[in-house]
């Protein structure tokens, strides 16, 4: 995708990355006059589970409404594939920012204290999260914190894209239950924010490992 195409209401600016499991550009809303940032399904990968998982993003994301949680506009398909028109967010995700060095523990404190306001709220509409990790939180230049990326979220009554016993989410961040393809609860976003938490104090994650077995079996043991 170029910039200046444009997209049913939004005129493309430029690629600004990867979040989850599509790509994100930055655009112009010519209806509401406002930057957004779209997420597009790879169209390579358009399977129904993919769009269903998309879809399942959007709804999760909608759900809630809170200051530490990015607004999501819109659900639009072009050309045969969908995208979610999101709240753009200036600034640099918590992931960036952390590879300058460990945050001095004040500041590490209030981004941690913004992104648990932001999952006390989802948790109590009945939303996991289930994927919090550095990357999926963005940083704007006043330190305001905001939750990317529900792809992964648990809805009240939605099906399960995930087959039991499958964990899915980001393996260093991930609680024991998550890692067993148990059932969880809003307590494995806690798991996941203290972990959050110890990367901001130390630049690194506590269950960090060569192998993808050995951090689970870190992790459970």
Known sequence: MNPGDQISRYRIERAIGRGGMGMVYLAHDLR???PVALKFLPAESFSEADKQRFLHEARAAAVIRHPNICPVY???ESDGRLFIAMAYIE???L??????????????VRIAMQVAHGLDKAHAAGVIHRDVKSRNIVIAPDGHASILDFGLALLPGADRLTLTGHAVGTPVYMSPEQCMGQAVDARTDVWSLGVVLY???TAAVPFQREHLAAVTHAIVH
């Open 199 to 201: 990367e901001m104090l």
């Open 91 to 93: 600034g640099e995700t």
């Open 74 to 76: 819109d659900i639009e």
């Open 32 to 34: 509401l006059l406002r």
């Open 95 to 108: 992931a960036a920012r952390i590879e300058r060095g460990p945050l001095p523990p004040d500041e590490a």
